[in-house]
T-cell receptor, first 113, second 113 residues
Framework: SQQGEEDPQALSIQEGENATMNCSYK?????LQWYRQNSGRGLVHLIL?????REKHSGRLRVTLDTSKKSSSLLITASRAADTASYFC?????????????FGAGTQVVVTP | ETGVTQTPRHLVMGMTNKKSLKCEQH?????MYWYKQSAKKPLELMFV???????ENNSVPSRFSPECPNSSHLFLHLHTLQPEDSALYLC????????????FGPGTRLTVL
């Protein structure tokens, strides 16, 4: 089974609202990363949080990490139509070599004007 | 732009054809990856190259053959593919530091008829 699982699978919100999505994983990690993918395009790295960090901010993004619960959340504040995309969490496991990442299936976010 | 380009962006091929996907990076990174992204599934890691050497083959069928002639280029040679191989193929690179983020190209949308 996959290492990262996002929840919910899909999210539809209005512009200006906040969007929250969660990621759960199974094994010990070095870090957890969030990526965004616009339809049919490549992934774009958003933010990386290390296993010894609990919260991180980048612009309108806020990421939390709870290693005891093996979960992370991504919050997008004051969402915009341009935030419409799929969001993926990816974990770098302590057992992985060569910088491998384990991706979840993603949360599809639609922000309507 | 992430500094990683992929060509072609779209490819339609028959099951008996031979084609190649190309990835080029201008970031000076030494780790390069091929991923397969199918609808509603997590990204599947296919191959990992470090310093032009293949360090991982994630049980990929032999009809997919990677090549890394230099640190800036990565190819995926395709032959006798199956319709279920239709997917978005993504190339990614990683800078020095095993636990850094990955930089993705825009992908090649492959359709096998």
């Amino acid at each position: 089974s996959q290492q990262g699982e996002e929840d919910p699978q899909a999210l539809s919100i209005q512009e200006g609202e906040n969007a929250t999505m969660n990621c759960s994983y199974k094994t010990s990690i070095n870090n957890l990363q969030w990526y965004r993918q616009n339809s049919g395009r490549g992934l774009v790295h958003l933010i990386l949080i290390r296993s010894n960090e609990r919260e991180k901010h980048s612009g309108r993004l806020r990421v939390t990490l709870d290693t005891s619960k093996k979960s992370s959340s991504l919050l997008i504040t004051a969402s915009r139509a341009a935030d419409t995309a799929s969001y993926f969490c990816a974990t770098s496991r302590t057992t992985d070599s060569w910088g491998k990442l384990q991706f979840g299936a993603g949360t599809q976010v639609v922000v309507t004007p | 732009e992430t500094g990683v380009t992929q060509t072609p962006r779209h490819l339609v091929m028959g099951m008996t054809n031979k084609k190649s996907l190309k990835c080029e990076q201008h970031l000076g990174h030494n780790a390069m990856y091929w991923y397969k992204q199918s609808a509603k599934k997590p990204l599947e890691l296919m191959f990992v190259y470090n310093f032009k050497e293949q360090t991982e083959n994630n049980s990929v069928p032999s009809r997919f053959s990677p090549e890394c002639p230099n640190s800036s280029h990565l190819f995926l040679h395709l032959h006798t593919l199956q319709p279920e191989d239709s997917a978005l193929y993504l190339c990614a690179t990683r800078g020095d530091g095993t636990y850094n983020e990955q930089f993705f190209g825009p992908g090649t949308r492959l359709t096998v008829l």
